[in-house]
């Protein structure tokens, strides 16, 4: 049962560089009758972003940037945990777990990370089955709830520790304070999970309902990927890992829409930073382990119960170009909301998108701990 902690030397190799590159060249295009994003992801700059990954990006610089950055293994009950572990700079350093979510990885955090060491010392673990981390060879056999506690606490030696998470993080994150409350010090989330409603819940008002409709609206116009990898993720995970386009649309638009980028997704996200992801994916063929994650979630994860909330004090932090956007009182009905922002900018990847608003709302959290 114990926890062991490895050094992971030069995770990133190019070696699979020359097949990728075929792959590339030897696209199938499909057609396109609209020139914009208006039925999903658009040609143009997907041959752009294509072009770019081809002939342009620079793969040995890559390794070094990827490389460089802090590595780390933690093998629990056997299998393999990849995280990055930053040691902070300042005196009184506070833990801080950063969980991010789907389509992402420890890439988005690469921007934000610096401006956080002077606070805390840094933990981003990837899920099982996303990147680095080992993919779990049968349904419900590992939990990120479970493993990312053992890695601060039994790992790391951390008592206690603050965790923030995004997404799929975020939903990861509060069931971290549902089940450890003693050693999560603070849960800061830029989504919150939909309280367990029964006859003796206060009713709705008129703000929460109308989240209500825009969540149903959410879901109706852009929630056709949830829906499918929450159902028949496999069927999808064989054309996504054999074919790098694919991957990249499938991926990009996600970028594209979910984001505060606007029709300049080049400005907010550089096509450096969006191969370096992709290439994650590619690389280790987690695609279809990271969407598996979806069906999971709705086959598997035990529903929250009535009386369950969330004790921890909890900063709830909104994107207003994130996917929906929650009302405090909503919030409210399952946290300990100490603090409720929506920032003026960002939307769901707001590591990359905006790491200065991230941060600044992290560090005002941990000081009101």
């Not at 989240?211 to 993720?233: C, D, I, M």
């Not at 987690?286 to 009386?307: D, N, Q, V, W």
Request: with cysteine.
């Amino acid at each position: 049962m114990d926890v062991k902690i490895s050094k992971w030397p030069s995770p990133f190799d190019i070696a699979f560089a020359g097949d990728l590159r075929q792959r590339l060249r030897e696209v199938r295009w499909a057609d396109e009758v609209v020139d914009d994003w208006r039925q999903g992801t658009a040609a143009a700059p997907l041959r752009e972003l294509v072009a770019y990954w081809q002939n342009d990006y620079g793969w040995n610089s890559a390794a070094t940037r990827i490389n460089a950055l802090p590595h780390h293994r933690a093998t629990i009950n056997g299998s393999d945990l990849h995280f990055l572990h930053f040691k902070g700079t300042g005196a009184a350093r506070t833990p801080l777990l950063l969980t991010n979510g789907w389509p992402s990885s420890f890439i988005e955090y690469t921007r934000l990370t610096p401006l956080l060491t002077d606070t805390f010392d840094i933990v981003i673990p990837a899920h099982p089955g996303y990147g680095y981390s080992e993919r779990p060879a049968t349904l419900g056999a590992a939990s990120s709830v479970e493993l990312f506690h053992r890695l601060l606490t039994e790992g790391l030696g951390y008592t206690s520790y603050i965790v923030s998470g995004t997404d799929i993080g975020a939903g990861v994150a509060t069931r971290m304070a549902l089940a450890y409350p003693d050693a999560v010090r603070g849960l800061h989330i830029a989504a919150v999970v939909d309280p367990p409603l029964g006859d003796a819940s206060v009713p709705l008002a008129v703000e929460e309902r109308a989240y209500q409709q825009q969540v149903e609206k959410w879901s109706a116009n852009e929630g056709a990927y949830l829906h499918l990898q929450a159902t028949r993720p496999q069927t999808l995970a064989y054309a996504l890992n054999d074919s790098p386009v694919g991957l990249a649309s499938w991926i990009v638009e996600k970028f594209r829409y979910w984001s505060d980028a606007g029709p300049d997704l080049w400005a907010v996200f550089p096509l450096e930073m969006l191969v370096d992801n992709l290439n994650l994916f590619w690389s280790t063929q987690t695609i279809g382990s990271s969407m598996r994650l979806y069906y999971e979630s709705r086959h598997l994860r035990a529903p929250f119960k009535s009386s369950d909330r969330v004790v921890v004090p909890t900063a709830v932090c909104m994107w207003p170009k994130d996917l929906v956007t929650a009302p405090e009182r909503w919030a409210r009905r399952f946290y300990n909301v100490k603090r409720y922002t929506v920032q003026p900018h960002g939307g769901h990847f707001p590591a990359w998108e905006q790491p200065e608003l991230y941060a600044a709302d992290l560090k005002a959290f941990a000081a009101l701990l």
